[in-house]
């Protein structure tokens, strides 16, 4: 078994040698009997998949943005920043050829498990650019149009992750230790977008029992 501990300190300057106090390890719960298990699980997320689904919907789409202008997009991107955002990189043709950038935070409805990127909007850069340039481009039309794209259903996600964990609970991990459980539920809480990959972790609940015939142990 693997335990990970994770500890947190205050760093202090002194220049007095401190006194040692000695403690006893806090209670930190009682010891009753439980059952099952809650844990939290990531998973990782390529932005290229991402980018492909988006892409697939809006290729080659036109926007009509006034009588005689409008866009044709060619090309979507996904990127993420580090930060609670997401990045949308648009390459377009029509009355202008050219690129924008869009920002959004990305959000999840548990009740339809479908996940979007909310408050959507021009990047700084990309607002400067468009204002200078073909201030026409800087519409609220095109990010309405996005905004019905920009969503995922992430459900047959969670059924695939679902069938993946319980066919890992339910196999001989190594010779003499066999594993029986299930995942009963998995609940998406809360999303990173980091810049290489997006994290989704979500928490599980299920039951697990381990049997042991033959242990092999080395020292």
Sequence with gaps: MDINIGLSAKPLISFEKPQEHLTIVPNLGDLSKRTGFNIFLDAVLSYDSLSNILSSQLNNKR????????????????????????????????????????????????????????????????????????????????????????????????????????????????KGIQGSGQLNEMKIVNFYPLREHLIIRSNCSGILSIKVDIAEFSF
């Design 63 to 174: 926007i009509d943005l006034t009588s005689s202008k409008y866009i044709i997009i060619k090309d979507c991107g996904l990127y993420g920043v580090d930060n609670e955002n997401l990045i949308i990189k648009v390459s377009f043709e029509g009355s202008e050829k050219g690129v924008f950038y869009l920002t959004g935070k990305p959000a999840y409805d548990a009740a339809t498990k479908i996940i979007e990127l909310k408050e959507l909007d021009f990047d700084i850069k990309s607002k400067n650019a468009l204002l200078k340039t073909a201030a026409w481009l800087f519409s609220k039309h095109i990010i309405n149009e996005l905004k019905k794209y920009s969503r995922f259903d992430l459900s047959s996600y969670v059924s695939l992750a679902i069938t993946s964990v319980n066919e890992q609970l339910n196999k001989q991990w190594i």
